[in-house]
């Protein structure tokens, strides 16, 4: 890789780091007809494009018997797999129990004023997956769903002649209802809409790629969806203090998992620079999945950037808005301070993406492509919905009843205003 400076930046250059892309466009017509078909069509529509995309003819799609048998054969077997699955889950379950917010109800003036949380009643993951194994993206979707109280959730994972057993078991053991064997747009509009198999949700959520995007795209507003998300980004903040070895480390860690993937070093030290960009390239080949690696590293959302100062660093990484943030300096509390936008953030040198991605607790589901400016990742908040709650005693309304007759009448609604008068005639 090589180093360029964030002051020589063209403008072309800054605009492929802050306006990155998840491509759904170029596939947005194709994914219509896709939704369009399996709305119309259900079980039908679903089974063709499985063969059609998967190489799979599928007979049952429903295979929640199938989740619970490979949960506990691998149970039987004492797999250490499973067991990693179970600690995975118990951290996350633990971290997004801490998210349940709490109703509250307070008295002042007359005035009962109060906020409650209730679970959506139906929600729908999607857990990429078929052939490969995927059980931290069943961890991460389904269980704040659990814990959030949804009554009833579905997970959609793609067909396979021999699915994942540790996709299915991580599934069951994070606590899903039911599970699918589909996959890709199609599996989307199955959630949203329903087929005479899959049963209709009221929010989808998970990662997937620019197909399974689109649809989410599609089908938003007639479910709601979690956001849109792109391929994976990580952003490194490093300062002379950090190890080249660890920042490389990530950076090709991230760009494992997709060649569109972006993965940017930002720091104020030219000999870090120099020294993160060749730990890259002699990386790269020590990798298994070299290719994919070396395609994302070309990504024009990607490189080893040399800043003027910490806080020029600093900007890019509030402008560019990660995904996965990773600071290694020695004011790391103090770089933290300054930046507010950023899907998850790890701070330290013993703080890699990858433990959040599978076992530290929190969701690895995150906004990509700029989103971290507007929302977060996913979490229990996801799946609720809040109300409020409000009682007025006869002394409280009369104190605030010229208020709102005066305000009423000026929106040139009268008869909210005899609404109030009516109770003190």
Known sequence: MNVRAVADLSPAERRAFFERDAGIEA???DV?????????????AVREFAEEF?????????????????????????????????????????????????????????????????????????????????????????????????????????????????????????????VYQVGGAQAIAALAYGTETVTTVEKVVGPGNKWVTAAKAIVQGDVEIDFLAGPSE?????????????????????????????????????????????????????????ETIRTALENDASGVLHARS???????????????????????????????????????????????DYAAGPNHVLPTNGGAKRYGGLSVDTFLRSSTVQRLDREALSGIADVVTTLAEAEGLEAHAESVRKRFE
């Open 310 to 356: 910490m806080s020029e660093a600093v900007l890019f990484a509030e402008e560019y808005a990660a995904e996965h943030l990773s600071i290694m300096a020695d004011d790391d509390e103090g770089l933290l301070d300054r930046i507010s936008n950023a899907g998850s953030v790890f701070l330290g040198s013993h703080s890699p993406v990858a433990a959040g």
């Open 54 to 178: 998967d190489g799979v003819a599928v007979g049952n799609l429903d295979i929640t018997d199938e989740a619970a048998r490979a949960h506990a054969e691998l149970e039987d077997a004492d797999d250490p797999v499973l067991e990693a699955v179970r600690e995975a889950a118990d951290n996350v379950r633990a971290f997004h129990e801490r998210q349940r917010p709490e109703d509250w109800r307070e008295s002042f003036e007359g005035r009962e004023l109060g906020r409650r949380f209730r679970p959506i009643d139906r929600a729908g993951v999607y857990v990429p997956g078929g052939a490969a194994a995927y059980p931290s993206s069943a961890l991460m979707g389904v269980i704040p769903a659990v814990v959030a109280g949804v009554d009833h959730v579905s997970v959609a994972t793609p067909p396979a002649d021999d699915p994942n057993p540790v996709t299915l078991a991580a599934i069951h053991e994070a606590g899903a209802d039911a």
């Open 234 to 290: 990580v952003l490194v903040l490093a300062d002379d203090t950090a190890d080249p070895e660890y920042v490389a480390a990530e950076l090709l860690a991230q760009a494992e998992h997709d060649p569109n993937a972006s993965v940017v070093a930002v720091t104020d030290d030219a000999d870090l620079a120099d020294a993160v960009a060749e730990a890259v390239e002699t990386g790269i080949d020590e990798r298994e999945r070299a």
């Open 27 to 29: 596939v947005r017509g």
């Open 32 to 44: 219509e007809e896709i939704v369009d078909r399996v709305r119309t069509e259900g079980d039908v």
